[in-house]
């Protein structure tokens, strides 16, 4: 389940903020996306799927400072997936309406049947 984990992490200068954005980016799971937000940018933002938001708290206040989890939210995708056209002889009753179908025989095997 893809997840938004956001941190509020005590940042001070760029090099602190390189140091944390390494650090996020280098945890277990799969991080798609990583930034920094808020007026003071002293939030982290990490968008992926399987992040363990406890552990990189922990691994953020260790090698950080002061860090807190702010908000874990679910991330739902905003695309959804067309509907596969069904085959002709579903639209048109008429034609083609009998669909190959294997039928199987005493033997084992399958032969195509169709009109």
Known sequence: MKQ???IRVHMTCDKCRSKALGLVASTQGVVERVGIEGN???RLVVVGDGVDSVNLTARLRKKMGNAELMKVEAVVSAE???EPSPCPQQ????????PAVAYPYPDGHCYPYSM
Do not use: F, H, Q, V
């Open 80 to 82: 959804a997936k067309p």
């Open 40 to 42: 003071d940018r002293d």
């Open 4 to 6: 938004k984990i956001e």
């Open 91 to 98: 639209w048109y009753p008429g034609y083609y309406s009998w």
